[in-house]
């Protein structure tokens, strides 16, 4: 076999010694076998559109579990079709199972659980939103990339930076430009739609300044200073239940209590079945959009609502933390997501009466 010489290596001559290594075979970067095989098995156990629906359910039930009976109401089959199911789920290890009398409880197994999180919360919604196609029209759908803007995207956040820094006391040009950057950087990762990425950055570095600008004066010797009281509403993408929660207590709260909701993986739009939910509340596209967590807005808040996702947040000395296990909208039917704004508007009204 004859093999041409490298662009390092004349015909004659030998290689260039300061030549990278040799890329690793296809065979060192894939999955090994026996782990192909595994997680073959799991994924062929996954594939039913039911079992999947039962695991949602399962996954986002009060106390993290259900019985046979709860489940056989998701579709037109019998008790003993759905054992059938739970068994297979079960058999692979996904879930476990706990005899009390004459029921059995399944709930996601522990070492799943990060797993069954990451599925629901960011590879389903994914799949369900993949199904519209982008155009110029409705960039929203589908993975429609076409940066629309600014020529000078820098100064223009020069520009934003000046202004926060003016309208937020305490804030210095150079902490604003720092958190600006920072903001326009962060929102820009999270993939998605990049139009009017400049005016949501101006959005989410004045929340966080605002958010610094209370930690100083509350963290500051001196006697207290009144602020009202600030929640903050945190799931995975930032594209669901924390999006619908924070919109309903902003709507029955208005300016009484100051709302945040963020992501700690912050997807790259809202679910598209969530959006129309949040025109119905009147919720701006400039102010519910998925963002990232950052210390200062757990530092800033009073209480710290996460949504049944297995999120870990930062937990500090006199905050308040509540975990609000729902179902995820991303994967409901129209029914479905009109149930789920219900049961968070029940609860953010119950919250509202402990903190006014």
């Given at each position: 076999?004859?093999?041409?010489?490298?662009?390092?290596?004349?015909?004659g001559?030998?290689?260039?010694?300061?030549?990278?290594p040799?890329?690793?075979?296809?065979?060192?970067r894939?999955?090994?076998?026996?782990?192909a095989?595994?997680?073959?098995g799991?994924?062929k156990?996954?594939a039913?559109?039911?079992?999947?629906?039962?695991?949602?359910?399962i996954?986002?039930?009060?106390?993290?579990?259900?019985?046979?009976?709860?489940?056989?109401?998701?579709?037109e089959?019998?008790?003993?079709?759905?054992?059938?199911h739970?068994?297979?789920?079960?058999?692979?290890?996904?879930?476990?199972?706990?005899r009390?009398?004459?029921?059995v409880?399944?709930?996601?197994?522990?070492?799943?659980?990060?797993a069954?999180?990451?599925?629901?919360?960011?590879f389903?919604?994914?799949?369900?939103?993949?199904?519209?196609v982008a155009?110029?029209?409705?960039?929203?759908a589908?993975?429609?990339t076409?940066?629309?803007?600014?020529a000078?995207?820098?100064?223009e956040?020069?520009r934003?930076?000046?202004?926060?820094?003016?309208r937020i006391?305490?804030?210095?040009?150079?902490?604003?430009?720092?958190v600006v950057?920072?903001?326009?950087?962060?929102l820009?990762?999270r993939?998605?739609?990049?139009v009017?990425?400049?005016?949501?950055?101006?959005?989410?570095a004045?929340?966080?300044l605002?958010?610094?600008?209370?930690?100083?004066?509350?963290?500051?010797?001196?006697?207290?200073?009144?602020?009202?009281p600030?929640v903050?509403?945190?799931?995975?993408?930032?594209?669901?239940?924390?999006?619908l929660?924070?919109?309903?207590?902003?709507r029955?709260a208005g300016?009484r209590?100051?709302v945040?909701?963020?992501?700690?993986?912050?997807?790259?739009?809202?679910?598209?079945?969530?959006?129309?939910?949040?025109?119905d509340?009147g919720?701006?596209?400039d102010v519910?959009?998925?963002?990232?967590?950052?210390d200062?807005?757990?530092r800033?808040?009073?209480?710290?609502?996460?949504?049944?996702?297995?999120?870990?947040?930062?937990?500090?000395?006199?905050?308040?933390?509540?975990?609000?296990?729902?179902?995820?909208p991303?994967?409901?039917?129209?029914?479905?997501?009109?149930?789920i704004r219900?049961?968070?508007?029940?609860?953010?009204?119950?919250?509202?009466?402990?903190?006014?």
């Amino acid at each position: 076999m004859t093999v041409a010489p490298s662009p390092d290596q004349s015909p004659g001559g030998s290689a260039d010694q300061t030549a990278g290594p040799a890329p690793v075979p296809a065979d060192g970067r894939a999955l090994g076998p026996d782990v192909a095989v595994s997680v073959a098995g799991v994924l062929k156990a996954l594939a039913d559109p039911l079992r999947l629906r039962m695991l949602s359910a399962i996954a986002t039930a009060p106390g993290g579990e259900a019985h046979v009976g709860d489940l056989a109401a998701l579709a037109e089959v019998s008790q003993p079709t759905v054992s059938h199911h739970l068994k297979v789920l079960r058999d692979v290890g996904v879930l476990s199972a706990d005899r009390r009398g004459t029921s059995v409880f399944y709930r996601v197994a522990p070492v799943y659980r990060t797993a069954v999180t990451t599925l629901l919360d960011r590879f389903a919604p994914a799949v369900a939103d993949s199904g519209r196609v982008a155009t110029p029209e409705d960039p929203g759908a589908g993975r429609w990339t076409e940066l629309h803007g600014l020529a000078d995207v820098d100064r223009e956040l020069g520009r934003l930076a000046e202004s926060l820094a003016a309208r937020i006391p305490g804030t210095t040009e150079d902490e604003a430009l720092r958190v600006v950057r920072e903001s326009y950087t962060a929102l820009a990762r999270r993939g998605g739609i990049p139009v009017h990425l400049v005016a949501l950055t101006e959005h989410f570095a004045r929340q966080r300044l605002a958010d610094a600008a209370k930690n100083r004066t509350v963290e500051a010797p001196g006697p207290a200073t009144d602020h009202p009281p600030q929640v903050l509403f945190v799931c995975v993408g930032n594209a669901g239940r924390s999006q619908l929660a924070a919109a309903l207590l902003a709507r029955s709260a208005g300016d009484r209590v100051v709302v945040r909701s963020a992501g700690s993986v912050p997807a790259g739009d809202v679910h598209d079945v969530v959006r129309p939910v949040l025109e119905d509340l009147g919720a701006p596209d400039d102010v519910f959009f998925p963002k990232p967590l950052t210390d200062d807005a757990v530092r800033a808040a009073d209480v710290v609502v996460t949504m049944g996702c297995g999120d870990s947040v930062p937990v500090l000395p006199g905050k308040r933390y509540e975990d609000w296990v729902v179902g995820d909208p991303a994967l409901a039917s129209p029914a479905g997501v009109r149930a789920i704004r219900d049961e968070l508007d029940a609860r953010v009204h119950r919250l509202l009466d402990t903190l006014l």
